[in-house]
């Protein structure tokens, strides 16, 4: 008897230890869990921690409440000024509502792809190439809008969109190419252009101040002289102007004049 009512505990003891090794779940920090009994959902979303399910009854389903990174495969299109563009981006999205992640969509994860696949090959075919290029940010808030106004009934929020990179054509990158060489030599025109304004300008003025003084233009030839003179291995013919033979004889002291002889009486 004694053997028997043994026998039954460890029997017993055995049958608990099995049934909460198969009740016992943990649910991690990150995650949420989503109980289903027969195939309906019973009770709250389970938070993290340990908790209990019926074993061969329950089901419990864990999702991931941690923000998600996927990559949007390169899209190509063609846009409003019509070039052929691939473009990709970066999708980041977490799961908001685990219950509605689970039933009201196969795979959010799947669904949130395919989603941003095809917003991202609509914002290509209403953008002009500038868009894509400079003005990215307006863009990114607009892919954001498109993906997120579906995702909502899925549990899921779109945190951030990224467009990562523009692929462009050969032919399209050496025209961009030319066409920035050919700005870029537009402004240098008009720099120069400028410059030689002001310096003809200033040029003007000066050749009006030495025309007031012809000494100063006097100077100025002899400084050309002077500074042509200096080089090596050069001949300078200059024709001598009569003016500076004129200006350097009025330079030169005056020698005393002698008195007049006296007259002579007749």
């Known amino acids: 008897m004694l053997q028997e009512l043994l026998v039954a505990g460890v029997a017993v003891g055995s049958a608990c230890v099995v049934y909460v090794a198969a009740a016992a779940r943990v649910v991690k920090q990150y995650e949420r869990g989503v109980v289903f009994r027969l195939g309906r959902v019973v009770g709250e979303v389970r938070g993290p921690g340990f908790t209990t399910v019926v074993p061969f009854?329950?089901?419990?389903?864990?999702?991931?409440?941690?923000?998600?990174?996927?990559?949007?495969?390169?899209?190509?299109?063609?846009?409003?000024?019509?070039?052929?563009?691939?473009?990709?981006?970066?999708?980041?999205?977490?799961?908001?509502?685990?219950?509605?992640?689970?039933?009201?969509?196969?795979?959010?994860?799947?669904?949130?792809?395919?989603?941003?696949?095809?917003?991202?090959?609509?914002?290509?075919?209403?953008?002009?190439l500038d868009d894509l290029l400079s003005n990215r940010e307006k863009l990114n808030q607009g892919l954001e809008l498109m993906i997120d106004s579906p995702s909502i009934g899925w549990g899921v929020q779109i945190d951030r969109v990224e467009i990562k990179d523009v692929s462009l054509p050969e032919t399209m990158k050496r025209s961009m190419a030319r066409q920035a060489e050919a700005d870029r030599e537009r402004r240098a025109r008009i720099i120069n252009a400028d410059a030689e304004l002001q310096a003809s300008k200033k040029l003007a003025e000066a050749a009006e101040q030495m025309s007031e003084q012809p000494a100063a233009l006097q100077l100025r030839l002899l400084q050309t002289v002077v500074a042509v003179a200096a080089e090596k291995n050069s001949t300078l013919v200059l024709p001598f102007p009569v003016e500076l033979l004129r200006f350097l004889e009025r330079a030169q002291p005056q020698p005393p004049q002698p008195p007049p002889p006296p007259a002579v009486e007749q």
């Open 57 to 128: 009854v329950d089901k419990l389903r864990k999702v991931n409440m941690q923000i998600v990174t996927m990559p949007v495969p390169a899209q190509e299109g063609i846009t409003r000024d019509n070039v052929t563009v691939r473009v990709d981006a970066v999708v980041y999205f977490k799961v908001v509502d685990a219950a509605d992640a689970i039933i009201k969509v196969e795979d959010y994860r799947f669904a949130v792809s395919q989603m941003a696949q095809t917003s991202l090959r609509s914002i290509i075919g209403k953008s002009d």
